[in-house]
Structures are given as C-alpha cells and as structure tokens.
C-alpha cells in the first residue's frame, strides 16, 4: 500500500538546469542532492538568493526543502532552486501567489546558450569576410 504524506511536489527551471523540489511541513532544512544545502551551495550571496521566496512569504522555518538538482552551472541550478520553492509554495498555499508574482519570482528564466551553426566559428561570430 502506498504512504500518504504531506510533501508537495514542484519543478523549477532556469537555464539548463532542472530543479524537482519537495516541500513538507518542518523546521526550515533544506537538503540538495542529499547535502545539506550551505555545503552544496557555498557563497553567500547563492544562499540569500535561493532563500529569498520562503523569506517573502515568511515561511523559513515552516517547511522542510529537499531538492534534486540537475544541468547547467551552479547559479543556474541556483535559479532553478528559487523557481521550483515559490512553484511548491503556490502548490501549499494559493493566497502566496500575488506576493511571489509580484516579486518576480515565478518567471522562468528562459535564457538557454544558443547552439555553433556550421560554417562559422560560434554561434554569431563569422569568419573574416575577403572579397578577393
């Protein structure tokens, strides 16, 4: 027989990185591919950001935040950590929505590095035009 619990499920996005977070009533831990999160993400000004949805909405330390994290870079896999918190506190609680949009925090940053097209260097640098 399958369990109930309380987690909510979310994604969120930015770049290429995927973030699946699941929320649950508790004290405020936040667990990022089985670590705890100030080990996973070690600069400050990472933390304050990933933080900012729950300190909006004045939810600290009322969930607990596990998060999987894949793709892209670090302040990619940060962006997406943001999205998929304030995407999980929406599912808790839909009055928060007004305040998260408002804060621009449920924008997927939609920006992905744009691919090397043939015959050229990169992707909008060309080679050195010569007429003769």
Request: a positive charge.
């Amino acid at each position: 027989m399958a369990k109930t619990t309380d987690m909510i499920w979310a994604t969120g996005r930015r770049k290429c990185a995927v973030a699946r977070v699941r929320i649950a009533p508790g004290t405020g831990k936040v667990v990022v591919n089985g670590k705890d999160w100030k080990e996973y993400f070690t600069t400050e000004s990472m933390r304050g950001y990933i933080a900012q949805p729950l300190a909006a909405v004045d939810a600290a330390n009322k969930f607990d935040i596990f998060a999987t994290l894949d793709g892209g870079g670090i302040s990619g896999q940060a962006g997406a950590l943001r999205h998929g918190i304030a995407r999980a506190l929406i599912v808790a609680n839909e009055d928060l929505r007004a305040e998260l949009k408002k804060a621009g925090m449920l924008t997927r940053d939609s920006r992905v590095k744009e691919r090397k097209k043939p015959g050229q260097p990169g992707a909008r640098k060309h080679f050195q035009f010569s007429k003769r």
